[in-house]
């Protein structure tokens, strides 16, 4: 009977992820009332710093909820009921949008490829030559249950060339990649603190382009007045005017504190090292014989390294090993890819290439206890040799 440790030492994990130790601390703050000018002043330069973040024009909204409420509001909100909409679906997230979007619209067009793969901007161009009444086009960049990454900037170039409305869930990828609001041409860009900018879960951003404001303006059915409304945030970072409800406020220090950090180490940097982790984690994975469930590794995300589970491997029992055996907590596949894949995440402060070496060496520890003997040396050596390669 082997010794099992109790509490997850290594959190690499897709999401949650493990915070970083200064949003940890701001969360310890003292909880201002919400319409202390104190306050309302800290969430107006919040606001301020998240729009350096996501470099777009206007203010992002900030809305109280982790990014589900931000994807469902958008659905809501962006989508009118004689709207035709595209989903893209590439997997369990993109797909899923569509069950949203099914319910706001006239009309849901999909297009639909197997979840290692990534859509096609063609098949995008495609789409409007045969249905030019598209109005609104979704689509998820970082398809986090199959760590595969769609090419958003071709498909919004494609989409703002049509007039049609782009919306964007960039939740596991922005502020881990290069990927922006303006450069996809996102009309809504649904993004989060609680994944590469290593906060807890609790809230959601996102950009706005200024013919969407429109769009959801002139929309009747757009939620008002609602937990789901996008509308009601215009204008609540502004210090001067009120809050639609009591916004979170300790969840508003980790978003600061995270900003800070993303601004200060560099955007550039920051998504450099997840680079680097998520490809040393994908040179090990290949030398110790195993396989990366996305097809290419060009689509490949740098946010999470997605390892297909061997042949007679029960899943549950290939992440219980790495737990209980080596203290190393990692994510499941969902959905369709549930039982398939095991999920390695780089996000935030786990974007460190040395994580990725004992990512590895739990993944080959624990396959070796459950009967599937892979070269664990060969895969820490491979990821050095990649870590090393970059110094
Ligand atoms: C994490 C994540 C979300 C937020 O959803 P949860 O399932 O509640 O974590 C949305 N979209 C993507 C792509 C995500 O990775």
């Given at each position: 009977m082997t010794k099992t440790i109790?509490?997850?030492?290594?959190?690499?994990?897709?999401?949650?992820v493990d915070a970083y130790p200064a949003v940890l601390r701001a969360l310890s703050r003292t909880v201002w009332y919400d319409y202390d000018p104190a306050f309302q002043a800290f969430y107006e330069a919040t606001a301020l710093k998240a729009q350096k973040a996501l470099k777009t024009p206007d203010v992002p909204v900030i809305l109280q909820g982790e990014p589900v409420l931000g994807l469902e509001a958008a659905a809501a909100s962006l989508i009118a009921a004689d709207d035709v909409v595209l989903n893209l679906a590439s997997g369990v997230y993109g797909k899923g949008f569509g069950y949203w979007a099914k319910r706001y619209c006239k009309e849901l067009v999909e297009i639909e490829v197997p979840y290692n793969e990534a859509i096609d901007p063609a098949s995008v161009e495609a789409a409007f030559a045969a249905r030019p009444d598209i109005k609104v086009v979704a689509v998820c960049h970082h398809d986090t249950p199959s760590g595969t990454i769609n090419p958003i900037d071709a498909i919004g170039a494609i989409v703002a060339k049509h007039g049609a409305y782009l919306l964007v869930d960039a939740v596991s990828s922005f502020g881990g990649m290069d990927v922006d609001p303006v450069a996809s041409s996102s009309d809504i860009f649904v993004t989060g603190p609680n994944k590469c900018l290593g906060c807890p879960p609790g809230l959601t951003l996102m950009g706005v382009s200024t013919r969407a404001w429109e769009k959801m303006k002139a929309?009747?059915?757009?939620?008002?007045?609602?937990?789901?409304?996008i509308l009601d945030w215009?204008?609540?970072?502004?210090?001067d005017q009120p809050f639609p409800f009591t916004p979170s406020v300790s969840e508003m220090y980790a978003l600061d504190a995270a900003l800070d950090l993303y601004l200060g180490e560099g955007p550039e940097a920051v998504w450099a090292r997840h680079a680097a982790t998520a490809a040393a984690c994908r040179a090990g994975v290949k030398a110790m014989g195993l396989d990366i469930w996305a097809a290419r590794d060009s689509i490949a995300s740098p946010t999470t390294t997605a390892v297909k589970v061997p042949a007679g491997i029960d899943e549950p029992a290939l992440r219980a090993a790495m737990r209980d055996r080596y203290g190393v907590t990692v994510s499941s596949g969902r959905g369709e890819t549930l039982g398939r894949l095991i999920r390695i995440g780089q996000m935030g402060p786990t974007a460190q290439p040395m994580y990725a070496v004992i990512a590895l060496a739990a993944l080959g520890g624990a396959l070796g206890a459950l009967g599937h003997k892979v070269d664990v040396g060969a895969g820490v050596a491979a990821a050095m040799a990649a870590i090393d390669s970059g110094l």
């Open positions: 109790s509490e997850p030492v290594f959190t690499l994990t897709s999401g949650p929309n009747p059915l757009a939620p008002r007045a609602s937990m789901l409304s215009e204008n609540a970072w502004r210090a």
